[in-house]
């Protein structure tokens, strides 16, 4: 099983592979063997981004998913919302069930408004731009990885 920032990244994974068929359907071995991915964790995602009403899906011969929109019109927070769910920034990190007003937490303001500003944020960004990344060179680069853990030091 893997976590949910993995299945993030396999559901952009899926995207582009269904975007670079212009409209036409593939079938869920056809997105595996486009991918990579395994049956199992492919699946639960397909049916997350279907659920969520990203994909398309049709049953027989004619079936399989295709995109249910254009990719500039899917933002990353849909994808992030279809994966991890609709609640994916906790309202509290620090595990507080509730914040009762008059005893608020040390980060509760900050908190708050952070998350709505990456919420915003996630909502401007279309997933085209993230399925036009090249994942294998987006990674970090050695020195980038000595400078951020020398600042650990």
Request: charged letters at 25%; one cysteine or more.
């Amino acid at each position: 099983m893997t976590n949910d920032f993995q299945s993030i990244g396999y559901a952009i994974k899926i995207i582009r592979h269904i975007h670079a068929l212009d409209g036409r359907r593939d079938t869920a071995p056809g997105i595996a063997a486009g991918t990579g991915l395994g049956r199992s964790e492919l699946g639960r995602i397909l049916r997350l981004l279907v659920d969520f009403g990203i994909l398309d899906a049709k049953r027989g011969v004619r079936g399989g998913y295709r995109l249910d929109r254009k990719t500039r019109e899917i933002s990353l927070l849909d994808v992030l919302d279809a994966v991890r769910g609709p609640n994916w920034l906790p309202e509290c990190p620090l595990g507080l069930r509730s914040c009762p007003q008059e005893n608020r937490c040390v980060i509760h303001e900050a908190w708050t408004a952070q998350r709505e500003q990456l919420r915003t944020y996630c909502s401007s960004v279309p997933i085209d731009e993230a399925i036009r990344t090249d994942w294998r060179r987006a990674g970090p680069t050695a020195t980038t990885m000595a400078s951020v853990t020398a600042d650990w030091r």
